[in-house]
Structure formats: C-alpha cells, structure tokens
C-alpha cells in the first residue's frame, strides 16, 4: 500500500491536471465600519503534483486564501472548485468531510497535542475516516516511517525537537492519504537546519505525487517550489521566473 494515492490511482492519465481552478474569487470581511477585501477576484489553477510557494505581505490575504482551499471558509463570490466540488456551494457537511479525507494541514506551531505520543497524535487523524484498528495501526506505522521517525512513536511532543515535531505533524497530514497538503509558514519556528529537514520531506513527498501548497516568507524555502506565487492586496500574481 502506498501512502499517497497517485495519479494511477486516482484514474488520471500523465498530462496535468488541474486540483484547484478558481474563479472570481472575493472574500470580504466586515470590520466594524469598514468593509476589508482580504480576495479580490482570484483566478487561479493548481495542478496536481505541484509545488506551489504563496508569499507576500502581511494581510495580503494568504490565510483566507489558503483558508479557501483547506474548505475551512466559503468566498463571498466566485468558484473554489477541488475537482468536481465546488467549496463555495458545498454543504458544512461536505466540507468537513472534504477536509477529513482529501486535506492535509500543516501549521507554523506544529498544532500537536502534548499528551499525546506522536503515534496517538497521527491516529487521530485517522478518526474520522472509519478504518479498522488494524489498518490505523499500520497507516500510522508508515506515516511516522515516511517522515523518518519510526523511532520516535513513543515519544511526547516535548520530548522531541521542532524538526521532528513538524514532521510528526507531516505524518499526521499525509496519513489520510490526502489529494493535498496546505501548510501555512511550516518552518516559520524552526532554525535553518530543521527547515532543511522539512523541505526535504515536502520534496519527497511531492515527487512521490502529492500536491504541495505552501505559505512562506522565506525564500530558501519559495527557492525549492516549481511553481511561485505573490499574493498582494488580495491579488494573486505568478513570480516563478523572477
Ligand atoms: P495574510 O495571511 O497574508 O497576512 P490574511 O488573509 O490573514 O492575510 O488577511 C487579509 C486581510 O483580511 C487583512 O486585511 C485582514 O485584516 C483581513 N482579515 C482576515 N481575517 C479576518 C477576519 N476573520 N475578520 C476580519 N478581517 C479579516
Ligand atoms: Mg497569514
């Protein structure tokens, strides 16, 4: 059994094909008197096994974009289609079942819970999957393998260092063999070798047909995508050749 569903797999022939298209894509907030445009008419195709980078200022409007993607928040106008769905039309219910099983997060601060073994933490994604107990066993087994910390199952959070947390964390996104992995500044809190660590574990991942969607503002990191965006005033611009 392979970790990621691949392109076989999920019935696809080898030319690209697009995972997100999004279409006139607003989103606007009411703050207070005011009303904020954080999108501002995104249109926007992500092809699956892509490694894409979103960087740019603060309030630029990264979050609510990859808020958008992850079906954790509906736009205010436009299409948000994640192959046939469209996230903007779906239900609460099918969005939070898009997110169970076709959507891995990863954070800046790892997200993990403290009492929890890195095992137990990765299980829990698998919660609201329905597998059998054995089959969880197993899944989590591998996660933990493919981000190299086998070894450290057993271990708390606090007993491991912001590498290998964020690679727990990792394991616990990718265990639901997901369509694809949004990460919003996954090695904002870490020192340049753990980041190393984590962009080699993306790499692989990516070449092993993950899609990668990644918020950051360091460009060591926007340096290894294929694919680099700038998202400003809640304008989406493609910066791959500069
Ligand atoms: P970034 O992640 O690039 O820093 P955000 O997507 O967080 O940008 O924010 C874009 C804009 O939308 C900012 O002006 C921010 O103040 C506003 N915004 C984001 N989330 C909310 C919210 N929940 N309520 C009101 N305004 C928001
Ligand atoms: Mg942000």
């Known amino acids: 059994m392979t970790l990621i569903a691949t392109h076989t797999e999920q019935g696809l022939d080898a030319a690209p094909v697009a995972l997100y298209r999004l279409s006139g894509v607003t989103r606007t907030y009411r703050q207070k ?15 699956r096994g ?8 603060t309030g630029g409007g990264k979050s609510t974009l990859l808020q958008l993607l992850g079906a954790l928040d509906r736009p ?3 299409s948000v289609m994640l192959g046939d769905t469209d996230l903007a039309k779906a239900s609460n219910a099918q969005l939070t079942k898009v ?3 076709e959507i891995g997060f990863v954070f800046q601060g790892f997200n993990l ?15 609201p999957l329905g597998v059998t107990k054995q089959e969880r066993t197993q899944r989590v087994e591998e996660a933990l393998a493919r981000v ?4 450290r199952a057993d271990h708390l959070p606090g007993e491991l260092s912001g590498g290998q947390q964020q690679r727990v964390a990792i394991a616990r996104a990718i265990v639901k063999q997901p369509k694809v992995l949004l990460a ?10 753990m ?3 984590i962009l080699v574990v993306l790499e692989e991942l990516c070449a092993e047909g993950l899609t990668l969607i990644v918020v950051t503002h360091d460009s060591a990191v926007a340096k290894r995508a294929k694919r680099r965006l700038r998202l400003e005033r809640g304008t989406v611009r493609d910066i791959t050749r500069k």
Not at 113 to 127: K, Q
Not at 148 to 151: Q, S, Y
Not at 184 to 193: M, Q, R, V
């Open 76 to 78: 205010s106008a436009g």
């Open 99 to 101: 997110r169970a099983h």
């Open 184 to 193: 919003d500044e996954p090695t904002g809190n870490l020192d340049e070798s």
């Open 113 to 127: 819970i403290p009492t929890l073994t890195a095992a137990e933490n990765v299980d829990m994604a698998l919660e």
């Open 148 to 151: 190299g910390l086998a070894e």
């Open 33 to 47: 008197d005011r009303v904020v445009k954080a999108l501002a008419g995104v249109d926007l195709e992500i092809t």
């Open 50 to 57: 892509d490694f894409v980078t979103i960087q740019g200022p």
């Open 195 to 197: 980041r190393d660590e």
